[in-house]
């Protein structure tokens, strides 16, 4: 005679699905490709950050020297294409030089869903 399991031998066995582990393996991916996707305009915002300190730190005395010193170091780093000196908010507060910048960013993720981030930023 056979020897089924019961109910409670049975309820104790765990474990992962082949389904279970095919989704969790396609949402990971998915998560890793958007962030593989996202990361080099991640890295260009904290590029045109670092070169904004930098300008504001050097205080030049005209809005116009201002947005050369930036296309300046935009040609140094060459990881900067979504703004230039034209792109700039220039102001003065509390005797302090103020840049601003925003602009908007569409990466492609899958035709045609495009994620879009907007970037703001001054200087520090």
């Keep these: 005679m056979l020897h089924r399991p019961s109910l409670s031998t049975r309820r104790a066995q765990r474990g992962v699905t082949l389904f279970g582990l095919l989704t969790w393996a396609?949402?990971?991916?998915?998560?890793?490709?958007?962030?593989?996707?996202?990361?080099?305009?991640?890295?260009?915002?904290?590029?045109?950050?670092?070169?904004?300190?930098?300008?504001?730190?050097?205080?030049?005395?005209?809005?116009?020297?201002?947005?050369?010193?930036?296309?300046?170091?935009?040609?140094?780093?060459?990881?900067?294409?979504?703004?230039?000196?034209?792109?700039?908010?220039?102001?003065?507060e509390n005797e302090k030089l103020v840049i601003r910048f925003a602009y908007d960013k569409e990466i492609p993720i899958v035709e045609p869903v495009f994620l879009l981030i907007k970037f703001r930023g001054e200087s520090k």
């Design 26 to 92: 396609i949402i990971i991916g998915f998560v890793a490709y958007v962030g593989v996707r996202v990361l080099p305009a991640i890295n260009e915002f904290l590029t045109i950050q670092r070169a904004v300190n930098r300008v504001a730190q050097e205080a030049p005395p005209t809005v116009a020297e201002v947005r050369r010193a930036f296309d300046r170091q935009k040609d140094i780093e060459y990881s900067i294409s979504s703004i230039s000196g034209k792109d700039l908010e220039v102001t003065k």
